[in-house]
């Protein structure tokens, strides 16, 4: 089974989202703004994962940076470019 992830990046926390090929959410958690913290979170999903979507304004080099070095396949999302 293929599997997505989302992860909305705030100032202070993150929203993760992960979902299978018919958009049902398998896991979903707001978590503090600490890289193994998140990796934590993925872990029972990665050999899954096709790949983790990161959506921020700023601040979201330590993020790609930690979860492309874990192994994820890591898109960066242009929030301005994203229609609502």
Partial sequence: MTLFCAIDLHSNNSVAVVLDENDSVLYQERLP???PT????????????????????????????????A?????????????Q
């Fill in 33 to 35: 703004n600490d890289l």
């Fill in 38 to 69: 998140i990796e934590r979170a993925l872990q029972p999903f990665q050999n899954d994962l096709y790949g983790v979507a990161v959506e921020s304004t700023f601040n979201w080099y330590w993020l790609v940076d930690g979860l492309q070095a």
């Fill in 71 to 83: 192994g994820h396949h890591v898109m960066l999302v242009n929030t301005h470019a994203v229609q």
